[in-house]
């Protein structure tokens, strides 16, 4: 199992949801493919889509282990992670 930044991982998955919501242009479809390259790399998998679906099962999980041994404050947790923050983090990378 490689090791994973679960806070790097949750604000890809964000982003790509994000990104998802915006209208695709030219720079979007590129930082969309550069996002998904990550998550590739961070969850072993090669399709993007199986990426995508490994990594939310992955911030489940550890997010329930979190809630059981209650080690992660809140703020760190992979649950409900704030699309409005993807946005921003989006809006901060890409030119306008």
Same mark, same amino acid.
């Given at each position: ?43 072993? +998998? /090669? ?8 990594? *939310? %099962? #992955? !911030? =489940? ?14 703020? +760190? /947790? ?8 993807? *946005? %921003? #983090? !989006? =809006? ?5």
């Amino acid at each position: 199992m490689p090791l994973i930044d679960y806070a790097v991982l949750r604000k890809l998955v964000a982003e790509l949801d994000a990104l998802d919501a915006c209208p695709h242009t030219e720079a979007h479809a590129r930082r969309r493919g550069d996002a998904q390259y990550t998550v590739c790399i961070y969850t072993g +998998e /090669r399709d993007p889509e199986r990426a995508l679906a490994t990594a *939310r %099962r #992955l !911030l =489940a999980t550890r997010a329930a282990t979190e809630r059981v041994s209650g080690s992660v404050k809140p703020s +760190e /947790r992979g649950i409900g992670y704030s699309a409005v923050l993807g *946005r %921003r #983090l !989006l =809006a901060e990378s890409l030119p306008v």
